[in-house]
């Protein structure tokens, strides 16, 4: 009620039909709305900002999903970011990768994070190096960066999180 022309998403992978109906109904009882970051429905410079937590890293083809929110970004549209991110590297860490076959081929001793959808967990593919920012870059936003926050008073506790700012 508070921002009446917020839109959110959650993308649904193959899973039973049961699962995808029990997830709806429980965390989306007005609608679900399921977009792939990858070949996003929305139009060109629609959106003024997008909020992405924890997802990028399990897309295979994240650039592709980074093109795509910056099509849907209005001019100085911002897009503000939460990934698996190692501040003591240069490169990203690619654990995971899609072979020519459509086969998963892991690199390192795979990582699977949380999922409602899945017991086994989403497989992550990459831990982000700072490198990501320059590819931000290179994919067309004019500035990236990083902002780091720790707050006793809001109970952002424990190492320095970091969320990541790429502005159109």
Not at 12 to 38: E, G
Not at 74 to 99: C, H, K, Y
Not at 150 to 156: T, V
Request: net charge neutral; proline share 5%.
């Amino acid at each position: 009620k508070k921002y009446p022309n917020t839109v959110g998403s959650e993308f649904v992978t193959a899973s039973t039909w049961r699962n995808i109906i029990r997830f709806k109904l429980k965390l989306f009882p007005r609608r679900l709305n399921h977009q792939d970051l990858t070949h996003l429905e929305y139009a060109n410079e629609q959106f003024d900002y997008a909020l992405s937590f924890d997802c990028f890293e399990h897309i295979p083809d994240y650039k592709q999903a980074f093109r795509e929110i910056h099509r849907v970004l209005r001019p100085e549209g911002q897009l503000l970011f939460s990934v698996p991110f190692d501040v003591n590297v240069d490169e990203t860490l690619v654990r995971a990768s899609i072979n020519d076959n459509n086969e998963t081929v892991f690199h390192v001793k795979p990582e699977y994070h949380g999922n409602p959808m899945s017991k086994e967990g989403s497989l992550s593919y990459y831990t982000f190096g700072w490198d990501l920012l320059n590819t931000l870059k290179s994919l067309g936003f004019s500035d990236a960066y990083g902002l780091v926050y720790w707050s006793k008073k809001y109970a952002y506790l424990g190492g320095p999180q970091l969320l990541l700012c790429a502005e159109k």
